[in-house]
Structures are given as structure tokens and as C-alpha cells.
């Protein structure tokens, strides 16, 4: 039996006309690239997301590896994550020549653990200065508990890079000990 690794039939279905005429009106337009439709989506990604801008790139792949060059991870440089979660953003981690760092996760939501991410820190304190970022991965659309992987992460002094293709508009229970 083949099973296929991403199947999105049953979700086009419902919107299917709706999608093939937006595909349609940009094909029509010949604005392929940085087009109205794009700046309508980075504006409408920023609203609904409460920030001041949303940057459309061509993938939520690509998305990571701008974030990681932005900080110019590389060779010899950690990016600790979480095992659970596409493929990708191990991917993007191994593309820059640098290392993945796996983290246990939260049995109950799936997201990285910040237990386990805390203790990882303790346990390796000679590779702690080698870290160059963090990324949860929001899954399902609930975020990982961010209070206390940003505490860690200021107290490492490490940039954190979250993950929310899975979860676009999903908002953490607490951060920087706040309930949302």
C-alpha cells in the first residue's frame, strides 16, 4: 500500500473553484513575483498575526533559512529543536552546515519540551556558547510554551526562531509570564 507524505485533497476540496481563480488572476496579471496579491498577503499576515510586518517568502522552509542566515549560522554552530516536526527544520539547520540539537518533547502538546530543553542546557554547558539559536515548532495549532523557552533562552543568551507554519495565528498560554 502506498502512503502518500503530504495528501491535501480533502482540504482543497471545499475552496478548490476559489483557489484556481486566485492562481488564475495572478497568472492573467503576469505579477508572478512581489505582485498586489503578495503585498495583500503580508499585510493581512501582519494584521491578523498583531505585528508590524509580515515578509512573504516562497515557503515556510525558506522562511527558516532567511532566519538562520539572518543570524549567520553556520559551521561549527547548534541550532537546538525539536525532533518532532517537518523534516525541514532539521533541513535548513544541515543546509547551513551547522548542527541540529534535538530536545524531548511535551507528550501532551507534541512542542519541545522546556524542561528537557533547560536540562539540555545544564548538560551541556560546554557546547552551550556554540548555540546559536533556538526553534520551537508550534504544531497543531497550539504554540509550544514560550515563557519559560524564552527564559532559557535569555538566560543562554540565545535568539529564538519560532516555527508557526503549523500554527499561523495560534497565541502562546503565557509569555514573559503573562497569560494571553
Known sequence: MHVPLLDLKAQLAPIEVEIKAAVNAVIDSTRYVMGPEVDGLEAEIAA??????????????????????????GPGDLVVTTPYSFFATAGVVARLHATPVFVDI????????????????????D?????????????????????????????????????????????SPTVNGVKK
Not at 512573504?56 to 549567520?72: E, F, I, K, Q
Not at 507528550?107 to 542546557?121: M, R, V
Request: glycine residues 8%; charged residues 15%.
Open 106 to 125: 511535551d507528550p501532551a502538546s507534541y512542542n519541545i519540551d522546556p524542561e528537557a530543553l533547560a536540562a539540555w542546557f545544564v548538560a551541556n554547558p
Open 127 to 171: 557546547c552551550a556558547e556554540r548555540v546559536k539559536a533556538i526553534i520551537p515548532v508550534h504544531l497543531y495549532g497550539q504554540c509550544a510554551d514560550m515563557a519559560p523557552i524564552l527564559a532559557v533562552a535569555a538566560q543562554y543568551d540565545v535568539p529564538v526562531i519560532e516555527d508557526g507554519a503549523q500554527a499561523v495565528g495560534a497565541s
Open 48 to 73: 491578523y498575526t498583531g505585528v508590524n510586518y509580515g515578509i512573504g517568502v516562497t515557503s515556510g522552509t525558506d522562511a527558516l533559512l532567511v532566519a538562520l542566515m539572518a543570524l549567520d549560522v
